[in-house]
């Protein structure tokens, strides 16, 4: 099993760009996240979903999009980039099934984003 | 709403030496726990989960960490460090509730001097 697929790693973007980081899970998790991560903050909550066709603002959200038209993929969309939004993005899976926070938490490898 | 203080953004030890890297917590309803591990350039692996079965739950590469609810701490240790611990390292919380989302600490860097 691949785990938790992002793409693309790395992306250089001008101001005002738009683009989408993708994000495909193979485990068919039920609940995917994006996170993002910046230097002596953690990482923190943008968007998270707990199945198909349900999403839900996390932490930090504006700026970004959602989607979630199937269970594997979880696209994150930033539709006016800005220099804010440099970061490392990680998307996250887990199921939602079980209690008692026996749920595993898949992380990704990271989409590294500048914003010029 | 729970959160998750990490005492120390930078902690260095010696080889062979005592890794203890500290953990606090808040939460309203019983927490769940986690340390994850951050290797430079790399995604986060998962090291240890608290999940109320035992206080002391033990990792992998020779972690272990120990809840203390009446501290409200769940510190990480390793009783002697190697080169290769040497990383960032992040606690993070959860609740038991549809959002299972993680809450993270800011991080601690551990730098193992030869």
């Known amino acids: 099993n691949a785990g938790v697929t992002q793409t693309p790693k790395f992306q250089v973007l001008k101001t005002g760009q738009s683009m989408t980081l993708q994000c495909a899970q193979d485990?068919?998790?039920?609940?995917m996240s994006w996170y993002r991560q910046d230097p002596g903050m953690g990482l923190r909550l943008i968007h998270y979903s707990v199945g198909a066709g349900i999403t839900d603002q996390g932490e930090v959200p504006n700026g970004y999009n959602v989607s979630r038209s199937t269970t594997e993929d979880f696209p994150l969309r930033l539709l006016s980039a800005a220099p804010s939004q440099t970061s490392v993005y990680f998307c996250?899976?887990?199921?939602?099934?079980?209690?008692?926070?026996?749920?595993?938490?898949?992380f990704g490898s990271g989409t590294r984003l500048t914003v010029v | 709403a729970q959160s998750v203080t990490q005492l120390g953004s930078h902690v260095s030890v010696s080889e062979g030496a005592l890794v203890l890297l500290r953990c606090n917590y808040s939460s309203s309803v019983p927490p769940y726990l986690f340390w994850y591990v951050q290797y430079p350039n790399q995604g986060l692996q998962l090291l240890l989960k608290y999940t109320s079965a035992a206080t002391l739950v033990k990792g992998i590469n020779g972690f272990e960490a120990e809840f203390k609810k009446s501290e409200t701490s769940f510190h990480l240790t390793k009783p002697s460090a190697h080169m290769s611990d040497a990383a960032e390292y992040f606690c993070?919380?959860?609740?038991?509730?549809?959002?299972?989302?993680?809450?993270f600490g800011s991080g601690t860097r551990l730098q193992v001097q030869p």
């Open positions: 993070a919380v959860s609740v038991d509730t549809g959002r299972r989302a993680l809450t």
């Open positions: 485990m068919n998790h039920e609940y």
């Open positions: 996250a899976s887990t199921q939602t099934s079980g209690t008692g926070g026996n749920y595993g938490y898949t």
